[in-house]
């Protein structure tokens, strides 16, 4: 995910920036060809002329653009300007073929004397992503038209990923979801919401459906420059007849964003990322990625990952803060029954993992070592039963066995009554580790943890040798030492004498 995340707001924030000036000039003049488009133009290609389509059609688009005072798009040849064929058809909704071979081309653009705008429907320039460009030979029109595809995609990855809506959810956004509070300095986006009932399925800031981040906030600002109609996934390509007729009202499916995204995959490995140094979105050992992955696969991240950087400065434990401030941290999103299940999953994989750790030997220490090894001894001992229900999910949590919570340098065999960390009001079914303190009864150390130990001490020596600093500090840091050394001398002389055994023959 991470990978493909990266590329996503690359495109997002570069590559769509770069393209955005000449994609708006093309999706007006589209927009223009389709509504002044003759009968003609209209009818079944197998019923008419292509010939006559493609004359009618363009006189009528050229005489359109007369009177909306807009220019024919162009090329420019060393100090030769000339009309951009490619662009007019793609813009004007032409038969490329016919336009440049029929002479009632250059009859009707002479006829009409129109400006010509060099570069309106291509793009040229390209932005660098650290010190590379992305590109360096320039887009056009008919190429552009793909493009804006992946960029779509590149939007719905990072709106759908970061928001962690549904898929159809995400679909159905509109122009103008996202408002900003400025007295909470949050970000919200609203939508039409799945799976609730009465107002709060109405699409309205007063429900303040999802606050979401900066990232996703742009992406919705690059879909609402590329998109004609209020819905920022329609339905259709990008160009064709009908998006232009239905794309008001009928949004994207799933099953052809999930396309969509394969295709996104291939054309980033092969042409972006290359170009960029960025390393390439590797194949899913899972299987095709599919849109309803991505709530899962946040979910996991935020569970297993928190302090992991996912846009900037942005973290998941920071992400999943923000999100559950609003409607995706409600009982309607469903989006909190996904962090659940994903905890429960976890707890259980790392009872597992510490059970085979400890019948090979790893050795703990500390006030709650005794507890610890209960713990994990009662554990290993669960049948297990069929989870079908959140309720079932939220009482294997609360099973104190499973309350063995691994932090960086230390274990907490959790208990509230005795936690170092919390305030006796305090009603935390975690550990607060801000407010750690090694001394805890709730403490074990583990193998693993004093090996973390030892690179933590190794680091603050380190750092007494070769920083400058303040006393208050460096007493601190001296402090902090001492206690450390302490821990691990104690888990050392702690560890089991292993007693040689004798041989028959010595008896």
């Not at 490619?86 to 909704?93: D, F, H, N, R, T």
Request: hydrophobic share 40%.
């Amino acid at each position: 995910m991470e990978p493909l995340l990266s590329a996503a707001l690359a495109v997002t924030h570069t590559v769509a920036t770069d393209l955005l000036p000449a994609a708006r000039n093309l999706l007006a003049m589209r927009y223009l060809a389709h509504q002044i488009a003759p009968d003609i133009r209209r009818a079944p290609t197998r019923t008419v002329s292509v010939f006559e389509t493609t004359k009618a059609q363009l006189e009528c688009l050229l005489a359109a653009l007369g009177r909306n005072d807009a220019s024919l798009p162009g090329n420019r040849t060393g100090d030769t300007t000339s009309v951009d064929l490619m662009g007019l058809a793609v813009g004007g909704w032409l038969h490329h073929t016919e336009l440049k071979r029929m002479k009632e081309t250059s009859v009707l653009i002479a006829k009409y004397r129109l400006p010509i705008d060099v570069d309106m429907l291509r793009a040229t320039t390209f932005s660098a992503i650290d010190t590379h460009c992305w590109r360096e030979a320039p887009v056009g029109a008919d190429e552009l038209v793909e493009l804006i595809r992946h960029v779509t995609t590149a939007c719905f990855l990072v709106i759908a990923y970061l928001s962690g809506v549904r898929t159809g959810e995400a679909l159905n956004l509109r122009r103008g979801c996202i408002s900003r509070d400025s007295k909470l300095a949050l970000t919200l986006m609203s939508g039409h919401q799945l799976k609730a009932e009465g107002q709060r399925r109405d699409r309205s800031p007063v429900t303040i459906p999802w606050v979401v981040t900066d990232e996703t906030a742009h992406a919705v600002s690059v879909l609402e420059q590329i998109t004609v109609s209020d819905l920022l996934f329609p339905a259709f390509n990008l160009c064709s007849q009908q998006r232009f007729l239905f794309g008001a009202t009928r949004t994207r499916t799933p099953g052809s964003i999930n396309a969509d995204i394969t295709s996104f995959i291939e054309w980033f490995n092969r042409e972006v990322g290359p170009a960029l140094s960025h390393p390439l979105i590797g194949a899913d050992p899972h299987g095709t990625i599919q849109v309803p992955r991505l709530r899962r696969t946040l979910a996991w991240h935020i569970v297993r990952r928190p302090g992991g950087t996912i846009a900037g400065a942005t973290q998941y434990g920071h992400l999943h803060t923000q999100m559950i401030q609003g409607y995706a941290g409600g009982a309607d999103s469903g989006f909190l029954d996904d962090i659940t299940f994903e905890q429960f999953l976890h707890r259980a994989e790392t009872i597992h993992d510490d059970h085979h750790r400890l019948e090979r030997g790893e050795h703990v220490s500390g006030p709650a070592a005794d507890e610890y090894r209960a713990r994990i001894a009662r554990a290993s001992t669960f049948a297990g039963v069929t989870v079908t229900t959140k309720a079932q999910i939220n009482t294997a949590l609360s099973n104190p066995d499973l309350q063995i919570h691994h932090g960086a340098v230390v274990t907490c065999v959790f208990r509230r009554a005795t936690a170092a960390c919390l305030e006796p009001a305090d009603s935390s079914a975690e550990p607060l580790w801000s407010q750690c303190r090694l001394g805890c009864v709730n403490a074990a150390r583990t193998d693993r943890d004093a090996t973390s130990l030892r690179e933590h001490v190794t680091a603050l020596q380190r750092d007494l040798a070769t920083l400058e600093l303040p006393e208050p500090l460096r007493q601190r840091i001296q402090t902090r030492l001492i206690e450390h050394r302490k821990a691990l001398a104690e888990h050392e002389s702690s560890r089991p004498t292993t007693i040689p055994q004798q041989d028959e023959d010595d008896e």
